[in-house]
């Protein structure tokens, strides 16, 4: 059974400040990791997506991968009140073809202003 | 352009009617995934077609639950006789074959009373 576990939450963090948020997975097969945003009664939205081992930088937002550890993170640069959301870890073991994500359960992120 | 579409964008229906839910995916995605995300819970992978097929099933929570996607593009998730415990809002994605990036639609909250 795949399972990815997050910290629910609330992360509460000042504006302007880092936002960590991580995420643990249990099937080392997993292959491909994402982040999703998602707003309170919205659908997800793809913030991050990661491969490799290493960090990823977007903007704001830098994915980081440790497959030995079998985690990922996300860190979020100089927080917003925009960023309070919930951030859904996903995973998939795809190995060349489609596949369906395995979710954490989200952590709720608080940006205080 | 034109994100995925899910129609209806709410369905409130009696305890063992018949429910049908569409989505159209992003035009030129060959894979498409549907999710159910209740109250509290995480999201929660169903099935996935690849072009019109379905290779594994056996994510669909009962036999209650149907698939199909014709033409390699709309796909519809019916499920027969509902329950209460089908309430939940279904989530449609879609991505390009051997791209995992995952694009979601609005969803389908369905209440069973």
């Known amino acids: 059974q795949k399972e990815v576990e997050q910290n629910s939450g609330p992360l509460s963090v000042p504006e302007g400040a880092i936002a960590s948020l991580n995420c643990t997975y249990s099937?080392?097969?997993?292959?491909?990791f994402f982040w999703y945003r998602q707003y309170s009664g919205k659908s997800p939205e793809l913030i991050m997506f990661i491969y490799s081992n290493g960090d990823k930088e977007d903007g704001r937002f830098t994915a980081q991968l440790n497959k030995a550890s079998q985690y990922v993170s996300l860190l979020i640069r100089d927080s917003q009140p925009s960023d309070s959301a919930t951030y859904l870890c996903a995973v998939t073991n795809s190995g060349g073809g489609a596949d369906g994500l395995t979710f954490g359960k989200g952590t709720h992120l608080i940006i205080q202003p | 352009g034109a994100g995925v579409s899910q129609s209806p964008s709410n369905k409130v229906t009696e305890k063992g009617k018949d429910v049908e839910l569409r989505c159209d995916p992003i035009?030129?995605?060959?894979?498409l995934y549907w999710y159910r995300q209740s109250l509290g819970q995480g999201l929660e992978f169903l099935i996935y077609?690849?072009?019109?097929?379905?290779?594994?099933k056996s994510g669909l929570p009962s036999d209650r639950f149907s698939a199909e996607r014709t033409g390699g593009s709309v796909s519809t998730l019916t499920i027969q006789r509902t329950q209460q415990e089908d309430s939940a809002v279904y989530l449609c994605a879609s991505t390009f074959s051997l791209d995992y990036e995952q694009y979601f639609g609005p969803g389908t909250r369905l209440t069973v009373t």
């Open positions: 099937d080392r097969g997993s292959q491909s």
């Open positions: 035009s030129g995605h060959t894979a």
């Open positions: 077609f690849q072009g019109n097929s379905a290779p594994d």
